[in-house]
């Protein structure tokens, strides 16, 4: 049809958006009746379902978002959120999902650093899981099933209720929740004694595409190797984990040591690189780099912040420190014994003696405007390198900037890079999380502050990994690469793959092709199914 004029090209594009719109609420109509048709009791499903119009809806979508980036008005929202009380609603949701067009985000504690798991650019759903939160010890077999919108602190909390001895290594910040922190490995405290969370997963029961509920042994191997480190949200909707628990002193130290620039910091971080890899695997030390105010007025420096955890007494670590890094200076007082779930309140920044169910709170400990990036060492950045990142955080968008560096070595050396889709193993000195924060709104901040950690990203370009340069998807960056709109392709994937999972990700696509070979489970970082490669590939 040719158009004559530009008040007749406006005619039709308002026709065609009219259209489209319509179809949009047809099809979220269509969607909530299936909903109330296909689930086993109409009712309670009516009762865990919102959207717009409902007084709770936002609310309930905002409340466990972290990054406010992801708050503003121009945000896409869902179309519904579903807060499914049984497991046989999920089911539901994603026949009706597959059925309508709709998309599903799954969401277990909000943590996703670039807030995938409860936006989307297409029409969607958000499961959020926050009533699956049970959680069933046994200390017998050293074991728990821990559902998936449990939070690593409800984890914390209810192992600690039963055993002063046993302990998991999860993250350090208690309202993660743990559906996505274990699909996509799960750092914390004592990975140099035991890996990841993931590593310790001897279990687990999903929904799959076909709305089927599945557990290790009726989803077969592959299945489960691909949900422990390789993001869950590809491969289905996790219901619950069934984890190992793992040996923990009565008694364990920690310790926090604060060097500026003026007290040797950069010498002190130079030969930290060269030793915390080497330790014994019982002792873990990171360091935490962030500007502060200098002793001098009015000026600022540099602080290195030197914090650990060590399974055992204090008079074994003072004795392997002076060992290893005298320099550091560590005395006795430096140094405080505690038990284990005390030292989970001492990196949370709990106020020591705080009762324990501050850990069953899940409201969101801070709620602010950041953006994160995460890079792999292999050799020692040279005194040059560490002082060309001194010299970034003296600038303004550095004021609330940090890096955080995590000691490998010990049973991250020993385990393979192939036994889970999380490949960044032996040849690693230490990860590095970039972060920065601010608190103005609006897109002009945000960007001034997004390009200045791209800046800083670009720079450590020479001291960190390479071909690929390596990134850990729990810091999610779509900087690295995204998949196009909708069924993207093995090549376009690929781009971000083999930065998070390198050669894992070819079997990453393998088991997707095989068990959602239609891409049914998809966002902007998702494994594609090869099928689909294929199909348009001969197109």
Known sequence: ???????????????????SWAASVQNHEDFLQCLSLHSQNSTSISQVIYTPNNSSYLPILQFSIQNLRFTSSGTPKPTVIVTPSHESQISTVIRCSRTHGMQIRVRSGGHDYEGLSYVSELPFVVVDTINFKSITVDTETRTAWVQSGSTVGELYYRIAEKSKVLGFPAG????????????GGGYGMMLRKYGLAADNVIDARLVNVNGEILDRKSMGEDHFWAIRGGGGASFGVILEWKIKLLSVPQDVTVFVVDKTLEQNATNLVHKWQSVASKFPEDLFLRVTITRVNSTRDGEQTIQASFNSLFLGGQDRLLSLMQESFPELGLTKEDCMEMSWIESVFYFADFPRGESLEVLLDRTPLVRQYFKAKSDYVKEP???NGLEGIWKMFYEDEAEAAYMILTPYGGKMDEISKYAIPFPHRAGNLYKIQHLVYWEEEGEVAAERYISWIRRLYSYMAPYVSKFPRAAYINYRDLDVGVNNQGNTSYAQASIWGFKYFKNNFNRLVKVKTMVDPGNFFRNEQSIPPVSLWRKKKGD
């Open 381 to 383: 950045i040279s005194k």
């Open 172 to 183: 350090f910040c208690p309202t993660v929740g743990v559906g996505g922190h274990f699909s």
């Open 1 to 19: 049809m040719k158009i004559q004029s530009t008040a007749g090209l406006s005619f039709v594009l308002v026709l065609l958006f009219s259209s």
